[in-house]
């Protein structure tokens, strides 16, 4: 089993910055990949962005350039730099450890952008 605690949401003006942190425990030796979805609302889960264990990340093509995913092996967490934030940002943020088996998931952090 895998826990997830997100944290870092808020409210924040277009074109400000948000970092959200994941921190994971249990049995992350399973974990291959820790990825950030979002959902607004109305709107299906979506990936925003991915980092494998080796270090390899992927985005979603609407964040591209604006978000970095980075990952912190010693302190088990995964982290989501969000600059230029726009209004269509706005969704709660989840993040998932994900397994060959298992995918894990965290309550989500909101993160609401103003115009």
């Known amino acids: 089993q895998v826990q997830l605690v997100e944290s870092g949401g808020g409210s924040v003006q277009a074109g400000g910055s948000l970092r959200l942190a994941c921190a994971a425990s249990?049995?992350?030796?399973?974990?291959?990949?820790m990825n950030w979805y979002r959902q607004a609302p109305g709107k299906q889960r979506e990936l925003v962005a991915a980092i494998t264990r080796g270090g390899s990340t992927n985005y979603a093509d609407s964040v591209k350039g604006r978000f970095t995913i980075s990952g912190d092996n010693a302190k088990n967490t995964v982290y989501l730099q969000m600059n230029s934030l726009k209004p269509e940002d706005t969704a709660v943020y989840f993040c998932?450890?994900?397994?060959?088996?298992?995918?894990?998931w965290g309550q989500g952090t909101q993160v609401t952008v103003s115009s």
């Open positions: 998932q450890a994900q397994s060959a088996y298992s995918g894990y």
């Open positions: 249990g049995s992350m030796f399973s974990i291959d990949a």
